[in-house]
């Protein structure tokens, strides 16, 4: 049974954390991993499946573009259903996947605003100087979360991961970047994998993009809840340091 950590941790122990809870959850949440991949990289390898089809729409035509954003959108649903469903996973709390669906329906459209307001802040901070924008774009990335999992409104949100990650910015940017290398490490390990077992002939196979897909499909629905998990248990891990910086008991 996994339970979060109850006090300040190291960077280390944070994501041992996480592995654990993506060790415990990620066969409930593999389903909603599955489809929220499959909306997400459909997109991506859509103009191979055309180029070698009798399909025929324009890459610039409105029936591409409103097949693009439905797929993405569709997406967005399902990773926000994976999250909630992670959230109650290590906060012990009974959920299904359908409620987890709903979950995210429900908060679908403060989630859109909170995501266009997010782009506009770290875009204007990066028209300032590089810095700022990226430091803003680490301490509102946890803001989508608190929209989600704790029902907050749009600048509520924003500006409570604001002042959650200013301070640790630097200790968050670090234990994130652990999954995001993970992910890029097995996504080149196994490209390499695969174009080595079929020589190089892979690209002369007939739809080769297949294979591509299937392979990068199983690969970011196990690797999609593993962001997550980290993420999850480093929220917490910055809500037990806001507590006792907040504490006037705590020994500075």
Same mark, same amino acid.
């Given at each position: 049974?996994?339970?979060?950590?109850?006090?300040?941790?190291?960077?280390?122990?944070?994501?041992?954390?996480?592995?654990?809870?993506?060790?415990?959850?990620?066969?409930?949440?593999?389903?909603?991993?599955?489809?929220?991949?499959?909306?997400?990289?459909?997109?991506?390898?859509?103009?191979?499946?055309?180029?070698?089809?009798?399909?025929?729409?324009?890459?610039? @035509?409105?029936?591409?573009?409103?097949?693009?954003?439905?797929?993405?959108?569709?997406?967005?649903?399902?990773?926000?259903?994976?999250?909630?469903?992670?959230?109650?996973?290590?906060?012990?709390?009974?959920?299904?996947?359908?409620?987890?669906?709903?979950?995210?329906?429900?908060?679908?459209?403060?989630?859109?605003?909170?995501?266009?307001?997010?782009?506009?802040?770290?875009?204007?901070?990066?028209?300032?100087?590089?810095?700022?924008?990226?430091?803003? @774009?680490?301490?509102?990335?946890?803001?989508?979360?608190?929209?989600?999992?704790?029902?907050?409104?749009?600048?509520?949100?924003?500006?409570?991961?604001?002042?959650?990650?200013?301070?640790?910015?630097?200790?968050?940017?670090?234990?994130?970047?652990?999954?995001?290398?993970?992910?890029?490490?097995?996504?080149?390990?196994?490209?390499?994998?695969?174009?080595?077992?079929?020589?190089?002939?892979?690209?002369?196979?007939?739809?080769?993009?297949?294979?591509?897909?299937?392979?990068?499909?199983?690969?970011?629905?196990?690797?999609?809840?593993?962001?997550?998990?980290?993420?999850?248990?480093?929220?917490?891990?910055?809500?037990?340091?806001?507590?006792?910086?907040?504490?006037?008991?705590?020994?500075?």
């Amino acid at each position: 049974m996994f339970s979060l950590l109850t006090k300040s941790s190291q960077q280390s122990e944070i994501l041992e954390s996480g592995f654990k809870l993506y060790k415990s959850s990620y066969k409930q949440g593999f389903l909603l991993a599955l489809i929220a991949s499959f909306f997400f990289l459909v997109p991506l390898y859509w103009p191979y499946i055309t180029l070698t089809s009798n399909i025929h729409i324009s890459e610039h @035509s409105a029936t591409h573009l409103l097949m693009l954003s439905l797929s993405w959108l569709l997406s967005l649903i399902f990773s926000l259903g994976l999250l909630f469903k992670l959230h109650c996973s290590c906060n012990g709390i009974q959920n299904s996947t359908l409620q987890s669906i709903k979950q995210s329906l429900y908060r679908l459209v403060t989630t859109l605003l909170v995501a266009t307001l997010y782009l506009i802040i770290v875009f204007s901070g990066t028209m300032l100087l590089i810095v700022p924008g990226f430091i803003l @774009s680490i301490t509102l990335m946890f803001s989508f979360m608190m929209v989600v999992n704790e029902n907050k409104g749009v600048l509520q949100s924003l500006l409570t991961s604001h002042q959650l990650v200013w301070g640790n910015w630097w200790h968050t940017f670090v234990i994130m970047s652990v999954p995001l290398l993970l992910n890029i490490i097995i996504m080149l390990l196994a490209f390499v994998l695969l174009v080595s077992i079929f020589s190089k002939t892979l690209f002369q196979i007939t739809g080769w993009y297949y294979y591509v897909f299937a392979l990068h499909l199983i690969l970011q629905s196990l690797l999609l809840p593993l962001t997550f998990s980290i993420a999850l248990v480093l929220f917490n891990d910055l809500r037990i340091k806001q507590r006792q910086n907040q504490s006037p008991f705590t020994v500075r």
